[in-house]
């Protein structure tokens, strides 16, 4: 049921978007929602991108770089909550049910591997605001944070665009059908590389 309506509700705003692209607000519907999906909002920024890179061809890397920019900027925003909620909310729960050793344990672990972990969410269908949210809650470095922010969701908003730019319409359905899958591919065949030249 839940998948269902939230399916029609992506489609319904599809439709919105792609109605809109050719007018001057368009851009700041893909800046907005941008935002907001790296910290609360469900709708991912690509069902905006996706009909006004067809609608402006010959804007497709500048609108990739203003879904770029303010999906980060909401990623601090999210990071910003996870903060807020780990000091005035989850520490005292933690502390009153005697687990704040196992939260440090986890904390260490994610700082370990943060980057990682937020560059893969970054870039794959997994949501963003989870780990935006989760990093602020554990203090991860902001630096790391930012640079993988910027490289995972600059990564995810050019390869669209430039999909696009390069294929056009015939390109769209198979984004649409395929972008979780093309995205993991990308993070798994980058891991390894990663792997291999240390093992080099």
Not at 47 to 72: G, H
Request: proline share 4%; with cysteine; glycine share 8%.
């Amino acid at each position: 049921m839940f998948v269902k309506l939230y399916n029609k509700t992506i489609k319904r705003i599809y439709d919105w978007a792609l109605h809109i692209s050719s007018k001057p607000n368009a851009v700041w519907l893909l800046i907005a929602i941008s935002f907001m999906e790296s910290s609360f909002f469900p709708i991912p920024p690509d069902v905006v991108l996706i009909p006004l890179v067809l609608a402006q061809r010959e804007k497709a890397f500048r609108l990739a770089m203003y879904c770029t920019v303010a999906s980060v900027f909401g990623g601090y925003f999210g990071y910003f909550i996870g903060w807020v909620l780990d000091e005035s909310v989850l520490n005292p729960i933690l502390v009153r049910y005697g687990m704040m050793d196992a939260f440090n344990t986890f904390k260490g672990w994610y700082h370990e591997f943060g980057a990682w972990i937020v560059f893969t969410a970054g870039l794959t269908p997994f949501p963003y605001k989870v780990v935006t949210i989760a990093s602020g809650a554990v203090d991860l470095n902001l630096g790391v944070f930012t640079i993988a922010s910027v490289l995972s969701r600059g990564g995810r908003f050019f390869l669209v665009a430039w999909l696009l730019w390069k294929w056009g319409a015939p390109m769209k359905a198979y984004i649409e059908k395929n972008l979780g899958w093309l995205s993991i591919l990308f993070v798994v065949l980058l891991i390894g590389s990663f792997f291999l030249i240390k093992l080099m």
